[in-house]
């Protein structure tokens, strides 16, 4: 046994029977397993205290969040490698198999790979291939394999992140040296909603849960506050690239219309040449207002709870 698993879920009744069947299959690897519940109201905390070890149930009255829940359930392992899964996941048979073949000498400091979406109500599937470089992770999301050192030593997930939480996370381990490697394989099934165009762009600019704003801000500020901006921006480079192209070229406009008009210009073809795709650049776009409407509501929520302490 080398490792331990941590599973988050809220309200997933309905996908824990696959997770357990899925994780029975490595169970002679597993030494602890651990489930962190953030306040369901459906039957999983009954389900998981079936087949978990540990079940730790989250009250709504604290600050919840994925990033939370992880950090608490990764407290209590004490194996070398940590798996960390979502509810709404099972293990792929693929992963399955490297997991039973894996060899402890590895100098990197965690795995990922390939996540199959499913959505069971439009029978809808995709796969998401994260980018790397040389064979290395530029981000991960939930399903993730960590070295237990390497997370300990840069603090743990973060408790109080809404959104966002991998690479934020991923930004202190690259700063101390750690780094995540792709396998080939896919990792998880994950069952969840795939949204179409239109639903992607009206989720987006439509707020109606303002902790995936906050959450985009957070992490801004925390990088700049604890000095991995460098790593974030190394990570994510698009988004801050774009801020400081707009702020350099609503300061330029002061003086001249024309070569602000050529500033903006030149720099977005640099942009699209540097990221291969006008696609990147867009989507650079939609992680800028995430982050400035991150910032304004955080500003707004700050200004109201300094009227409510003076009155």
Known sequence: ?????????????????????SINKI?????????????SIDNSVTMAKGFFDFVIELSRNEDLSASLGRKIGASFTEKEWILFLDADMELNDQFTEWLLNFENVTSNFGFVGKYKDIDRERNKNRYRVFKSKNGIARYFGGAVLLRRVALFEVGNWSSNIYANEEIELYSRMTKKGYKVEIIDQVMVNHYTEIPNTKEKIMNLFIIKNKKNFIGTSQVFIKAIKERFFIQLFRLQPLPYLLLIFNFLFLNILIFSHLIALIWLISSHILLIIFQKEIKSVILGYIFLYLLIMGLLIQIVDLAKFKRMKKT
């Open 27 to 39: 169970d002679k690897l597993i030494n602890k397993r651990i489930y962190v519940d953030s306040a």
């Open 1 to 21: 046994m080398w490792l331990d698993l941590v599973v988050i879920g809220r309200n997933e009744e309905v996908n824990l029977n696959a997770l357990k069947l």
